[in-house]
């Protein structure tokens, strides 16, 4: 009997980590509406597309109307795609009945912002090379004249050694500083 009472003692002397709910929720709810926000953004960006063939289809050529429509739906997979990943935050899926808690809530969703990060990284230097495809074929197959090519190299040229560096950069802190918040609530969970 003194085993066990020893035992009962060693247990209540156990020192325990409180978990704070309340920060644990405005945390979530925080998460909850920036993940709406970059949806609105996502959705506002892969519409432009069609926007864009719409206006300017009298314009197009049929080597650049099929660019337009292929570039559309490499935007709508990829639409779908962060939608997916930003499920938990969104509300969507029957994932969220498994994940119980705040914290099982935040470390899912930061698992994927890792991976939401990555892809906006991968974009950084896939999107520049899209475009030059898309002129130098246009160029290629003599829908876009030689000084109108040049204009658009070198807009792409500035563009990409300008904007896409920041944006990699950006990414990269992001995937950084979710990584750091998966470790940390990863620590408190055990």
């Given amino acids: ?24 929720k405005r945390q979530w ?37 099929a660019w337009f429509v292929a570039l559309g ?13 930003r499920r938990y935050s969104l509300g969507f899926g029957k994932d969220m009945l498994n994940l119980t808690s705040y914290q099982q809530l935040l470390c899912a969703q930061y698992q994927q912002n890792i991976k939401i990060a990555r892809l906006s990284k991968l974009s950084t230097w896939s999107m520049p090379l899209i475009m030059l495809s898309f002129w130098g074929l246009s160029f290629v197959t003599q829908d876009l004249e030689p000084e109108a090519a040049m204009r658009k190299l070198k807009f792409i040229v500035i563009w990409s050694a300008v904007l896409m560096p920041v944006i990699w950069i950006w990414a990269h802190r992001r995937e950084q500083k979710f990584i750091k918040a998966l470790a940390s609530l990863d620590a408190a969970q055990h």
């Fill in 73 to 85: 739906l490499l935007c709508l997979v990829l639409l779908v795609y962060l939608i997916w990943l």
């Fill in 1 to 24: 009997m003194t085993n066990n009472d020893s035992f009962s003692q060693l247990w209540q002397q156990q020192h325990t980590n409180k978990v704070d709910v309340a920060a644990l």
């Fill in 29 to 65: 709810k925080g998460t909850r509406i920036k993940q709406w926000l970059y949806f609105v953004l996502d959705l506002a960006s892969t519409l432009v597309i069609p926007v864009l063939t719409y206006i300017l289809y009298p314009k197009l050529s049929r080597f650049e109307l």
